[in-house]
Nanobody, 124 residues
């Protein structure tokens, strides 16, 4: 089992920045892919960004490219999501997810483990 705990979500003004953290524990190893998804009220859960704990190229949704950056701290088994130039449409619950499948899947079905989510609200 893998446990994921997100933190860092809060209310922020448009144009501001936030850094979300996802701490992984349990049967986590460097081959795990850790991803961020987000879900706005009444909408589906959408892929935001992902990278493997072992490193390599990160993947991003088109809507966040150039504004969000995913990074990792292997020593802490933690993945971060630095969010800059936030927009009201970034408002959502942000979830961390873990997968061992190859590649960088962008569908929720490919992820076996999920955190409880952290609320990000961007005011205009």
């Amino acid at each position: 089992q893998v446990q994921l705990v997100e933190s860092g979500g809060r209310l922020v003004q448009a144009g501001g920045s936030l850094r979300l953290s996802c701490a992984a524990s349990g049967r986590i190893f460097s081959g795990h892919l850790l991803a961020w998804f987000r879900q706005a009220p009444g909408k589906e859960r959408d892929f935001v960004a992902a990278m493997r704990l072992s490193g390599g190229t990160a993947a991003y949704a088109d809507s966040v490219k150039g504004r969000f950056t995913i990074s990792r701290d292997n020593a802490k088994n933690t993945v971060y999501l630095q969010m800059n130039s936030l927009k009201p449409e970034d408002t959502a619950v942000y979830y961390c997810a873990a997968s061992v499948v190859p590649g960088v899947p962008r569908f929720t079905d490919s992820y076996a483990y999920w955190g409880q989510g952290t609320q990000v609200t961007v005011s205009s």
